[in-house]
């Protein structure tokens, strides 16, 4: 018995936000008892998607290619900026593309190698900072880099080029600062000769690659999601079943219990009125605010019953996503990575990192104001 609940309570921590989302499915049952009409709560296309955008990222990255990508550009730097903006903008640019969270499991861990072997690792902290701030706001200018992008894109109708021009300003302020942060430290002459770890299959990354096309086509809406996700797990029953172990399933599972959550309350008559009342004409600032405390996935859930106030919504839960650790998801990931290479410097990375991502919000934030 005692080797279950060590297991559970182990499975808790690590799914803080799945764990949380399901307490709230299960008490809002209480309100609104299960009928027919839970089935209409699950935005199906937007799990299918995020399922092969998971296949997708995971196949890629399981055949070395972000690392291959990292080593080449390293290999051409001789000082410790140059190493550390590109290790930097490695994420920023990859998110857009593979979402923030693979973005980072992939260069963090790499940035950390580099810096041992180039003899740099008091650089970790900045790097680490850095490397996380900016998997977060690369990763807002497309729909495919992070989950709540690729929600709040399916909700609200835009297209494509339409959403990357809303948050195209907020992007490029966001690679100026991150740029001008990662000039701060000091540079000195540095050499390190960085090969990847693995050699991935070329059959295999054609594969993967034509997958993402397919995900794209899903993207400009020109294939339905539910049939590209059909196709790639087919693909992966036939060609990779371990690698559908590895998938964040936890993260469709939380998606699932806010859904519900969030149509259970829908259906409550005071809780709407009141949340479409706060939310009227300061969509921006209740998003950003809303995801400190939960983070802006479950924010971008919760909130987009309540208003249809698409690009306001886009923008408050994109920039939600600096602020405090758990302002966004990924966060952690950086943090889980640096704490158990570095425990005794975890206060410190606290420290700059709040200090660095509130300074970005406070920036981003005045921008809004300015463009808006």
Known sequence: MKKYLDRALAFAKSEVVLCAAAVLAVLSMAAVPPDRGYLDYVDWDTLALLFSLMAVSKGLQGQGVFD????????RLSTTRQML?????????????????????????????????????????????LQTAAANLGSMLTPMGNPQNLYLYNRSGMAFGSFCLLLAPYAAASAAGI?????????????????????????????????????????????????AAGLTLAVLLVVDRPLLKKLDYALLATFVAFFLFIGNMG???????????????????????????????????????????????????????????????????????????????????????????????AVLMVLYYLVR
């Open 267 to 361: 259906r409550l008559p005071a809780f709407s009125a009141f949340l479409a009342g706060a939310l009227a004409g300061r969509e921006v600032e209740v998003a950003v605010l809303a995801s400190q405390v939960i983070s802006n996935v479950p924010a971008a859930l919760l909130l987009a019953g309540y208003s249809s106030n698409w690009p306001a919504l886009i923008v408050g839960c994109d920039l939600g996503g600096l602020g405090t650790l758990i302002a966004s998801m990924a966060s952690l990931i950086s943090y889980k990575f640096f704490a158990r290479r570095y425990p005794a410097q975890k206060g410190k990375y606290l420290l700059w990192f709040t200090l660095v991502n509130v300074g970005l919000l």
């Open 68 to 75: 291959a990508l990292g080593a080449a550009l390293l290999g």
């Open 179 to 227: 740029a001008l942060l990662a000039l701060v430290p000091k540079s000195e002459k540095m050499h390190a000769e960085v090969k990847p770890e693995q050699q991935g299959s070329p059959r295999r990354i054609a594969l993967f690659a034509a997958l993402g096309a397919v995900c794209l086509l899903c993207i400009a809406k020109l294939l339905a999601p539910l049939a």
């Open 85 to 129: 903006l590109v290790l930097t903008f490695l994420p920023f640019f990859v998110s857009m593309l593979v979402t923030n969270d693979v973005s980072l499991i992939t260069f963090v861990p790499f940035g950390l190698v580099v810096l041992e072997m180039a003899g740099c690792e008091r650089l970790a902290i900045p790097l680490v900072v």
